[in-house]
């Protein structure tokens, strides 16, 4: 080609040879074979022009050769310098024109790969998908190229670029018009897509290829088209190749819009993985620490397991640390390891694990073996050589002072010896003062206690600083002598050391002795036989004092502790195995010698039993060598419970032997029950002689009890059998218990068979004489209670006494000696109270019946009793065996039964009069209703609210309300003592609320805001600004809202007008308003939930509320017309804030709240 530049280029007469040619680096490298593959370059005398664009052909590794053409004078200044400016030249290998031009370098790099053979503008590439199909497709051949050359060269020839600076633009466009067939195959498909999209048949346009594929051309039809991302692979969203998934990640389906990382225990060490390795495969049960792995380096054991190269990961025992990870496992804190012979082989356990019961602190958290500074052996029990224990589990050199506490205790022990048996030392015990008993008894406590705590430090609970380091102190008074930095000494076995503890007993009786023998010789002039009860109650004083000490020294053999692995070993000296094949010679030697101590001790026990048991007949024989020498045992106690000593030796025992049970929670229990056992016991009996002992005694024991139960939480894992045997012994005990009570309540019952419990039964209706039936319950217990006859005796009402629906004929019948029947207008409709009189009917003549009668009760016909069935369903009195014939025989029977009746105005007057006539009985002379009516109307007159500064007002025409007011009275009156001007008085009907009255006390009930006399105390009250409190006395009661206060405006008018209320209805509507400012009570008797006991709680809240003096006052008002400034519209009804606190003060059950809540 380039060649064929040069022909051309001859014939026009130019001289063209190969040093004419610039070549590019690329086209420089092939040497002499530069002229068949280097692309030729025509350039004209403006060709410095394109200098950038050649430079870049030369950096990307284009084999170009350029040739220039032409030449004129501003091509020559430039070249000569003659402007100063920068020029882009080519190297040649001629000096054509004959200048010497200035080489600039080109750059040295070259590109990678096949060179190209075109040269295109980058980003004109990627903004059009269509011109880079056509420059794929541009394709001249050397036939062609000649052909476009010889076009130039005639047109250049003939000077046609002097006419047409265009001419060469022409030439190329002349030459493509007379090729259409190869232009065609040049130019791109319309379906063509740019990079990351591909034609969308449907919508005929170019898409953007979706997350999970990539833009791929089709070598067929050079079209991009969106293909699936490859399994290994993802693909974002216009991505125009699939990307390998990094590793430690997998793509394990085509169409990934992302690789997911491999999680424990997988990984990935490859570009591209389709699934994630597992850890498993390299170690058994291994995992990664981490997500997303990319080497099996990565695989490592989990944590709380430990590798071995026979099983991989194993999981980590009791008594190990195992953070995970390759490296051996590290023995937890208070634990200890003991590696094995075995050490480091991989084919078994190569430790054994032991925890260190004693002190967590000794066992260090720590590689294998390894104990705290100074400590050796197994568990980390004993301290080097010349070294001795310190409180922070370590072992320190021995300090000056550390022997002199063994040399005190040698010093002191036997002075504590002397004094003692001086103290002892005196026959005349009955001329002390109660002061010295007093100090007896208190050190005898005292030591009791210290040694109770040392025997609760050897438990197997794990305490902690500070109450750790003062129990180990107190051990010293149970015979541990290891607190006496012995080690400091010499070095002692733990046989030795055991056997140490015992001598000391041994080594104090003897010390004893010699005193004894001594003071005898010296005092007592050698009285040996004299003096031998001084040496026995010496010896009993001294075995009593320290009988825990001592009995606690004899058991630690028995005291094993259990370690992970399957040993155990002696909780007091870890260092020895228990067991008569695991423990060896030294274990059996401490067994046997512990076994003889101990049956040593219990005989001693025994024969403190036996002295006692023995004491009264040795009293009547006047054996004064007994008295003198076993006082030691009885004279701190009371001479009528001498036998109490037996209770604290026993105690004593049972506190010693309590560490040899398996674990700390048996432990604690059994120390706790006889904590517990023994403090019922001196508070039942107070036996010590001393009353302050007594208390003293209490006390101290209480202080034990908190003390255990405070160490239950240190025990770490309970021991579930302990506390379930533990549960079914408190089960049997609570039958038996129950058994005992039901026996002598069976005997109660007996023996007082011809008495009922019941004076009175009160038959009613709930809705319609429930309150009524409260009131009448509270005078006939007033009355009864002044009565012989019925002193002992109570009044049944159901909402108190009533328990099981089942036994409700049986109080009738059996348990009550008269029925008082409350006939209120809807009595005979229900059918329980129809059980109730037939019951009562059948036990006729025995069980007296008391009727009641409402005034608007009608006695039932002969056609109501008939036809009674169709009335009222009484099916449900079947199951009790009470038949609708039944019913009606009563009916007719009750219908004709003289009592008393109800006047219409109730007031307590009233009450009192029927009350009397119930208790006194004369309702059996009054024959004809209306004189009793008449009677006790004309008591109803008087007046019994004058002066009071607390009035209850009430509905006068509702016998419930006036029932429900008068209970209130009569309850909330006694707990005014400390103020009894707030003793409530119930204003009757007629009565005006006179000046001095300061609070009114309103009944709510359904229909009283029509009620005349009730109207008009709201309006009497408002006048003076009284405070109000209102009470809620119906279930049912219906709150003023907005549609009750416009009903009320229009009828109020018409029905209180006649009793000469004549304010408009906006007053009084503001007036009722104004009540509800105040947050009500519930107090309703006649609810069946309403007990004796629930009554009083709001009743104290009534009082409450009374002392505070903080309630709302009614305001003033206009009489006879309008407030000043109010307005024609009606006043909405105040808005009641549901107060919670105010709820938790009345006391209200849930019903109740829900009531409020609901009427607020």
Not at 611 to 624: D, S, W
């Amino acid at each position: 080609l380039v060649q064929a530049g040069m022909d051309v280029h001859t014939e026009l007469g130019y001289t063209c040879t190969q040093e004419s040619w610039w070549l590019t680096p690329a086209c420089a490298a092939l040497g002499n074979n530069w002229t068949d593959e280097c692309i030729p370059v025509l350039d004209d005398d403006w060709g410095y022009v394109k200098a950038d664009l050649y430079k870049e052909m030369a950096r990307s590794g284009m084999r170009l050769a350029k040739l220039t053409v032409g030449y004129d004078s501003h091509y020559e200044l430039i070249v000569n310098f003659q402007h100063r400016a920068l020029f882009h030249w080519w190297d040649t290998a001629s000096t054509s024109l004959g200048r010497g031009p200035v080489i600039v370098n080109m750059p040295a790099r070259l590109g990678s790969g096949e060179p190209p053979t075109k040269f295109v503008y980058a980003p004109a590439l990627a903004a059009s998908e269509q011109l880079k199909v056509l420059v794929t497709n541009l394709l001249i051949q050397n036939d062609k190229l000649d052909q476009i050359l010889k076009l130039a060269a005639t047109a250049i020839d003939a000077k046609l670029f002097d006419d047409n600076p265009q001419m060469f633009q022409k030439v190329a466009c002349d030459w493509l018009r007379a090729n259409p067939e190869l232009v065609a195959s040049w130019l791109p498909d319309s379906r063509a897509c740019p990079p990351g999209q591909a034609y969308d048949e449907s919508t005929s346009q170019c898409a953007i290829c979706p997350t999970g594929t990539y833009s791929a051309r089709n070598e067929s039809t050079l079209l991009r088209e969106c293909v699936l991302c490859p399994p290994g692979s993802f693909c974002l969203e216009g991505g125009t190749s699939p990307v390998l998934c990094p590793k430690g990640s997998y793509a394990n389906a085509s169409g990934q819009g992302e690789c997911m990382r491999c999680l424990p225990p997988g990984y990935a060490d490859t570009l591209g993985s389709i699934d994630c390795k597992s850890c498993k495969l390299i170690i058994a049960g291994g995992t990664t620490s981490f997500a997303a792995a990319t080497s099996k380096d990565d695989c490592t054991c989990p944590e709380r397991t430990y590798y071995r190269r026979d099983s991989g990961c194993t999981p980590c025992t009791e008594g190990l640390s195992c953070p995970g990870g390759l490296e051996s496992p590290w023995q937890a804190e208070g634990y200890y390891a003991r590696l094995l012979p075995e050490y480091g082989m991989d084919n078994k356990e190569w430790f054994e694990i032991f925890k260190c019961h004693a002190d967590v602190r000794r066992c260090p958290h720590a590689q294998l073996g390894v104990c705290s500074e100074g400590r050796e052996g197994l568990a980390c029990t004993t301290c080097k050589a010349g070294l001795t224990s310190r409180d922070d589990g370590t072992c320190a050199e021995c300090e000056g002072n550390d022997p002199a506490l063994f040399a005190l205790a040698c010093l002191g022990v036997p002075a504590a010896v002397v004094g003692l048996y001086l103290l002892l030392d005196n026959d005349l015990v009955a001329k002390q003062p109660h002061t010295v008993l007093l100090v007896g008894i208190i050190g005898s406590m005292i030591m009791g206690v210290l040694q109770q705590l040392g025997t609760i430090a050897s438990t197997s609970i794990e305490w902690v600083d500070p109450v750790s380091s003062m129990l180990d102190m107190l051990m010293v008074f149970s015979f541990e002598i290891e607190v006496l930095r012995v080690g400091c000494i010499a070095s002692f076995s733990p046989l030795l050391l055991y056997v140490g503890k015992l001598c000391m007993a041994l080594m104090m009786l003897g010390f004893m002795l010699l005193v004894h023998v001594a003071v005898v010789l010296l005092r007592h002039r050698g009285r040996f036989r004299d003096r031998a009860p001084t040496l026995i109650r010496s010896i009993g004083t001294l075995l009593l004092v320290f009988q825990i000490a001592i009995a606690g020294a004899s058991i630690p053999p028995f005291e094993c502790s259990t370690h992970p692995n399957r040993f155990t070993t002696v909780a007091r000296y870890p260092t020895i195995l228990c067991g008569w094949e695991d423990g060896g010679q030294e274990w059996q030697a401490m067994a046997m010698i512990g076994m003889f101590s101990t049956l040593l001790v219990c005989a001693w026990v025994a024969g403190c039993l036996a002295v006692i048991y023995q004491l009264p007949r040795q009293i009547e024989k006047n054996n004064e060598f007994y008295m003198r020498s076993f006082t030691f045992l009885f004279m701190r106690f009371k001479p009528d419970v001498y036998w109490f000593t037996v209770v604290p030796i026993c105690r004593n025992l049972l506190v010693s032997l309590a560490p040899t049970l398996p674990d700390a929670t048996s432990q604690l229990l059994c120390l706790q029950g006889l904590q517990l056992l023994y403090v019922i016991g001196v508070a039942h009996y107070s036996p010590w002689r001393v009353r302050l002992g007594n208390y003293l005694d209490c006390v101290v024991t209480m202080a034990l009890l908190a003390f255990l139960s405070c160490a239950s939480f240190f025990v770490e894992t309970a021991s579930t059998r302990a506390v379930a045997w533990l549960c079914s012994i408190l089960v049997v005990f609570m039958f038996f218990l129950n058994a005992t009570i039901l026996g002598v309540a069976g005997f109660k019952l007996w023996s007082h068979k011809y008495k009922k419990p019941f004076s009175f039964f009160l038959c009613h209706h709930k809705a319609g004489a429930g309150a009524f039936a409260r009131l009448l319950k509270i005078y006939l217990t007033e009355l009864c209670s002044k009565s012989l006859r019925y002193r002992h005796q109570k009044v049944f009402v159901d909402s108190d006494d009533l328990k099981n629906l089942e036994f409700l004929f049986d109080y009738v019948g059996s348990q009550s000696e008269h029925i008082v029947v409350l006939m209120s207008e809807e009595l005979l409709l229900r059918p329980w109270c129809m059980g109730e009189l037939v019951t009562a009917h059948l036990h006729q003549p025995g069980l007296k019946m008391v009727p009641v009668r409402w005034p608007d009760f009608s006695r039932p016909d002969d056609e109501f009793i008939s036809n009674y069935s169709s009335h009222v369903d009484c099916s449900c009195l079947l199951p009790h065996n009470i038949t609708i014939q039944m019913v009606q025989s009563m009916l007719g029977w009750l219908r004709d039964l003289p009592g008393l009746s109800l006047p219409a105005l109730l007031t307590g007057d009233a009450l009192q009069h029927i009350s009397s006539d119930i208790v006194g009985g004369s309702y059996a002379r009054i024959q004809d209703a209306k004189g009793s009516a008449d009677i006790l109307e004309a008591d109803s007159k008087r007046n019994n609210a004058s002066g009071a500064a607390v009035v209850v007002i009430a509905d006068t025409s509702n016998t419930e309300s006036v029932s429900t007011a008068l209970v209130l009275c009569k309850m909330v009156s006694p707990l005014t003592t400390q103020d009894p001007s707030l003793t409530p008085r119930y204003l009757e009907k007629d009565e005006d609320v006179a000046e001095s009255v300061k609070t009114c006390i309103f009944i709510l009930s359904n229909g009283a805001f029509f009620e005349a006399s009730f109207v008009k105390s709201i309006i009497q009250a408002a006048r003076i600004e009284t405070m109000v409190l209102p009470i809620i006395a119906q279930d049912g009661f219906r709150f003023p809202g907005k549609e009750f206060l416009e009903d009320y405006k229009q009828r109020a008018s018409s029905m209180l007008a006649p009793h000469g209320i004549l304010e408009p209805p906006e007053i009084l509507v503001q007036l009722i308003s104004s009540l509800f400012k105040e947050i009500a009570i519930v107090f309703s008797p006649q609810d069946y939930s309403s007990t004796e006991e629930l009554l009083k709680v709001k009743s104290r809240a009534v009082n409450d509320r009374l002392m505070m003096r903080q309630m709302t006052r009614l305001s003033p008002i206009t009489l006879h017309g309008k407030e000043e400034g109010a307005s024609d519209e009606m006043t909405e009804p105040p808005v009641i804030e549901k107060d919670e606190d105010a709820n938790a003060e009345l006391c209200l059950t849930p019903d109740e709240s829900e009531l409020v809540t609901e009427l607020f």
